[in-house]
């Protein structure tokens, strides 16, 4: 980065000079009082407040202590723009870093928007290393310089993202609202306690209702590129829908050889392995995509209401089927036998018809409030971009 002329009073710092890794570790979280535990699947991008969490009495192997204002940073996949502020004490993941200000040159409130700004993620993403899993380490870090104002302007600077904030936990806390709504009615109303289920075979289209996505024999990482057929990877299921921000791509004509891998409307889409609380309901958008590696499409029968299945797949009773049935210790995995076994509660359908469209009313609300946070989001950027990104 070419130097600049630092504005008056400003300073030019490392973030190792202005800020320290916290390092306390607890053998024994329950016996010291701790009782909850964050792993990075629990920091939502963008989002600055821990929303959820997990019980250590359920069981956790964390060791990291947090303390109520530190800052957490996701060290593993940075580009996924992971960064909160404990609200609670607790243990968490050795793939976040528990940050404090070292001295008093940092407010303590500015280091969290520090974190976020994008020259920080830049940094951080540059020195990740690794293919599968990119990891930053410590010292890398803690060579980013920026331009630290004074105190008196830090505070400014503060009151001012601290505003944007505020709108954007106010969208948060509505969209969290909205969502144990909608599980709340999939609970209710897809319950295998109270209507009898049906294996989710049973439902499905003959031949081709359940299709593990290309091994890596059929797709190569050769094949992708900048421009063509999108291929959806368990990735871009977020929100109950396929998200193409990053999606990998193929050629038409490799697409073409892979067509029994095609999604058409109603197609219902689900990890193979890994998080198996993600899914995606394919619309008129993704017609022609690709089911990719590491997922799994499940094609109904015509009569069947795909988005009652589906919405019965995305209740607590499917997911937690899902992670209590699938094999493997060390990343649970799903194959066609396990996902046409399913078992798929629908309610009679003099009522379903009004479930769902309930069900798609929120939706819609959820696609609004998700998009004035993006926005929101956006203005906080730029006001980072222009508070701390500048000198």
């Known amino acids: 980065m070419p130097e600049v002329a630092l504005k008056r009073g400003w300073t030019r710092v490392a973030f190792g000079d202005v800020v320290k890794l916290a390092g306390e570790r607890s053998r024994n979280p329950q016996h010291d009082g701790f009782e909850r535990f964050v792993g990075l699947d629990h920091i939502d991008p963008g989002d600055l407040k821990i929303r959820r969490w997990g019980e250590i009495a359920d069981g956790s192997t964390f060791s990291s202590v947090f303390r109520p204002s530190q800052v957490l940073f996701g060290k593993r996949r940075t580009y996924q723009r992971k960064v909160a502020v404990a609200d609670f004490g607790g243990v968490c993941s050795g793939d976040i870093y528990v940050l404090e200000p070292k001295n008093a040159d940092l407010l303590p409130e500015l280091l969290p928007f520090i974190c976020q700004t994008d020259g ?138 892979l067509a029994v891998h095609r999604i058409r409307v109603g197609d219902i889409l689900l990890p193979r392995r890994g998080e198996l609380d993600r899914r995606a309901y394919v619309d008129e958008s993704a017609v022609g995509w690709l089911c990719g590696t590491g997922s799994v499409r499940v094609r109904v029968h015509a009569r069947v209401p795909s988005l009652a299945v589906f919405h019965a797949l995305a209740s607590p009773h499917g997911v937690r089927w899902l992670n209590a049935n699938a094999v493997g210790t060390t990343m649970p995995n799903l194959n066609t036998k396990i996902v046409g076994s399913v078992p798929i509660a629908l309610p009679p359908s003099h009522v379903l018809e009004g479930i769902v469209a309930a069900l798609q009313g929120l939706d819609a609300g959820l696609v609004a409030l998700r998009r004035r946070r993006e926005v929101a989001r956006s203005v906080r950027q730029r006001i980072l971009a222009a508070t701390l990104g500048t000198t």
């Not at 709108?167 to 709340?184: N, P, Q, Y």
Request: negative net charge.
């Open 120 to 257: 920080f993620f830049e940094h951080a993403v540059g020195t990740s290393a690794g293919s599968l899993s990119p990891r930053t380490n410590w010292d890398s870090l803690a060579g980013y310089e920026f331009a630290l104002p004074p105190l008196d302007e830090q505070r400014r600077i503060h009151s001012v993202i601290a505003a944007a904030s505020s709108v954007i936990d106010d969208l948060s806390d509505s969209i969290t609202s909205c969502e144990s709504l909608v599980a709340s009615i999939r609970t209710s109303e897809f319950d295998p306690a109270r209507y009898e289920p049906v294996a989710l075979a049973k439902l499905c289209s003959d031949g081709d209702g359940i299709q593990i996505g290309p091994f890596g024999t059929q797709l190569h990482q050769s094949d992708y590129r900048a421009e063509g057929v999108p291929v959806v990877m368990p990735m871009n299921m977020r929100d109950d829908r396929i998200a193409i921000d990053g999606i990998a791509r193929v050629s038409e004509q490799k697409a073409s050889s």
